[in-house]
């Protein structure tokens, strides 16, 4: 049996600790850990309230994952120590079965439906068509790893577009202002002063997961539970976000990712 201890880690990789126990262990896993840490984010819990064995890892895991061909993955992911046999990040390359799992977890947790009609209120409001996450990373003492954020090709890729409207997620304020400034798109940022932090927070991954296109930061996790949150259905810009791989003697390009319903935009591919 597993042991879920993921405390110093955010929403998005303790979601993914639990989609992963949940496959591994056949859908079994008892998602325990938001009683005492997000139970203000989802509604009460339909299982079984027993103590939670679960899988432990920022990374997702699959059992599907032993019949892929060797070495899947699509990029190298720090810190990464298996066969490189992985699935994240790779978004429309990740067989539909694990995104059907994936995307049916997710909406087996039932988020709280005081956020869901928040962001549905936002989104009838603005109807944005492009989704922007924009992370400046500020990492902590958990992270070895300094990606020192880059939003030059961010800028660069979206002035391609023509003028629309653009939803904005980001972690520090002054800087994503900042950046809406710059550009000649209409900028839209959500925050609820009746919601607190982490409400807010997964307010801002549900709002990512809506319009046609995401733009997500290399190796975001946010962004990358954002896709499955709207069923896989966006385009993805992967966007490169920092000069981390540069220094380490490793490239990292931009990659386009076409969703189900939409077709990759012409003349961008990185």
Not at 43 to 69: A, T, V, W
Not at 158 to 175: H, I, Q, S
């Amino acid at each position: 049996m597993m042991t879920l201890v993921p405390d110093h880690f955010g929403l998005a990789n303790n979601l993914k600790a639990l989609i992963s126990a949940k496959n591994l262990n056949d859908g079994n896993a008892k998602p325990n850990w938001r009683k005492w840490k997000y139970e203000n984010l989802f509604e009460p819990d339909p299982y079984d309230q027993q103590e939670s064995k679960m899988y432990y890892n920022f990374r997702f895991l699959f059992k599907e994952l032993d019949y892929l061909d060797e070495y899947f993955n699509l990029f190298y992911f720090p810190r990464d120590c298996n066969d490189g046999r992985c699935i994240d990040h790779m978004f429309s390359m990740v067989p539909q079965t694990i995104r059907d799992f994936i995307v049916n977890s997710l909406y087996d947790l039932n988020p709280n439906q005081r956020i869901i009609l928040k962001c549905s209120e936002f989104y009838k409001r603005h109807r944005y068509t492009i989704a922007v996450h924009y992370r400046t990373f500020n990492t902590d003492h958990f992270d070895s790893h300094d990606f020192k954020f880059d939003d030059s090709e961010l800028y660069e890729i979206l002035e391609k577009f023509p003028v629309t409207d653009v939803f904005l997620a980001t972690d520090n304020f002054a800087r994503g202002y900042a950046f809406t400034q710059r550009s000649k798109h209409r900028f839209h940022i959500f925050r609820d002063n009746s919601l607190d932090w982490q409400q807010n927070a997964l307010a801002d991954m549900l709002l990512l997961s809506k319009g046609n296109l995401l733009f997500s930061p290399q190796f975001s996790t946010f962004s990358e539970l954002a896709w499955y949150w709207g069923n896989c259905q966006q385009d993805v810009c992967n966007y490169r976000s920092s000069d981390f791989f540069q220094k380490s003697g490793q490239t990292f390009k931009t990659v386009w990712h076409r969703g189900t319903n939409h077709e990759k935009p012409n003349g961008l591919v990185g």
